[in-house]
Each structure stands twice: as structure tokens, then as C-alpha cells.
């Protein structure tokens, strides 16, 4: 095997149950908290979007730059963290047999495509924070036409890593990948529905 296949950075891409049935067997816990680290900084840089595109308006871009770092870090240890406890006693509906720790290491290691697409969040963060700054034209229309592809970019290994979820929890609980799945969508609105609830509230 070589260095790539057992480097679970390289492996999670196209052997995701693998790589983490490895990690959890070997007890590998090393880099989870590095990986919750750079989860909170791409939760920190998609959340500058994430503003605009439920039209919420901050006048101030440091008061924006402070609400996201904040977002970024409670988000990803209550991700990391809490969604392992969740995602754990969820799986037991359908005779899981993953431990906390298992699935905070599955949500960790599931979230690598949430890390690589940091730079494709690098211009839309750009555009949302010096927008009215920028007064070449030409500049203007060039950092947008980046800042959308990429934005699309950044969306789609999102959705990757949703996949790649619901992949490794069906490893490590030991269950159909259709099981997984249901846990994943269900662990989504535990989680979810709070936060769009104090979304409406506060809107």
C-alpha cells in the first residue's frame, strides 16, 4: 500500500469507509482537533456569504468578521463534538454500535472537503467585505466572476461532505448506507431547526 492510500488525508477521497475503519481501529484521534480548527475557519469564511445570502445586513465588515469567527468556532466544536454525541444515540434507532468518539472522528475526517474548499471562499469574502472599496471596473467584474465559480465550487465539496458522512457513519456504526443516511438527515434537523428558529426569531 503506499504512502498516499495510508495517508487518511489522500484516502478519504475515494475510500472514505476505509480510511475510517482504519483511523478508528487504530484508535487515531491525533489530528481531530487540527481538523475542528480549520473546519471553524472555512465555517468562518462561508458564514461572510452566508449573511448576504439570507439578507442580513451588518453595516460594520469587523463587526462581520467577529460574528463569523465566532460562528466558525462554536460551529465546528458543537459540529464536531456535540453532532458525535448526537449522530451516536441516533444510530442506536437502528442498531448502531459507534461510540461518541467514533462518529466525532467520522464527522471529522468526513469534513476534509470542508477544509479544501477554504481557498474557493477566499473571494466571495474578498467581495462581501471590500465591495465599496473597489473602484476599477474591470477588477470589479474579474474578482466576481471568480468569486461566483468559486463560490459554486466551495458549495458543491459541502455537499461532498454531507456524502462522506453518511458514508463513514454507515462504517463505524456498522449499518447500511441508507441507515446512515436517515441518521445524517436526522442529526441535520436536531441541529438545524434550532438555528432556523432563532434565525426567524431574531429576523
Known amino acids: 500500500m503506499s504512502k498516499k492510500t495510508q495517508n487518511p488525508w489522500f484516502s478519504i477521497w475515494r475510500y472514505p469507509e476505509k480510511t475510517i475503519s482504519r483511523l478508528v481501529s487504530s484508535k487515531n484521534y491525533n489530528q481531530v482537533n487540527l481538523i475542528t480548527a480549520l473546519i471553524g475557519l472555512s465555517l468562518t469564511l462561508s458564514s461572510i456569504t452566508f449573511f448576504d445570502d439570507f439578507g442580513i445586513v451588518i453595516k460594520s465588515k469587523y463587526l ?32 448502531g454500535s459507534a461510540k461518541p468518539d467514533q462518529v466525532a472522528l467520522a464527522i471529522a475526517w468526513s469534513s476534509v472537503p470542508l477544509i479544501f474548499a477554504i481557498p474557493f471562499w477566499l473571494p466571495a469574502t474578498y467581495l462581501e467585505l471590500f465591495f465599496d472599496e473597489i473602484q476599477n471596473p474591470v477588477f470589479l467584474i474579474t474578482i466576481t466572476s471568480i468569486a461566483i465559480i468559486f463560490n459554486s465550487i466551495g458549495r458543491v465539496l459541502h455537499i461532498l461532505s454531507f456524502a462522506y458522512l453518511g458514508r463513514m457513519l454507515a462504517a463505524v456504526h456498522h449499518i447500511s448506507k441508507w441507515k446512515a443516511f436517515i441518521v445524517t438527515c436526522l442529526g441535520a434537523l436536531i441541529i438545524g431547526i434550532p438555528l432556523l428558529l432563532a434565525y426567524l426569531f431574531i429576523g
Not at 465566532?70 to 456535540?82: E, I
Open 64 to 95: 462581520a468578521i467577529l460574528l463569523a469567527c465566532t460562528l466558525g468556532a462554536l460551529g465546528s466544536v458543537l459540529y464536531v463534538k456535540l453532532g458525535g454525541y448526537i449522530l451516536s444515540r441516533l444510530g442506536l434507532l437502528f442498531h
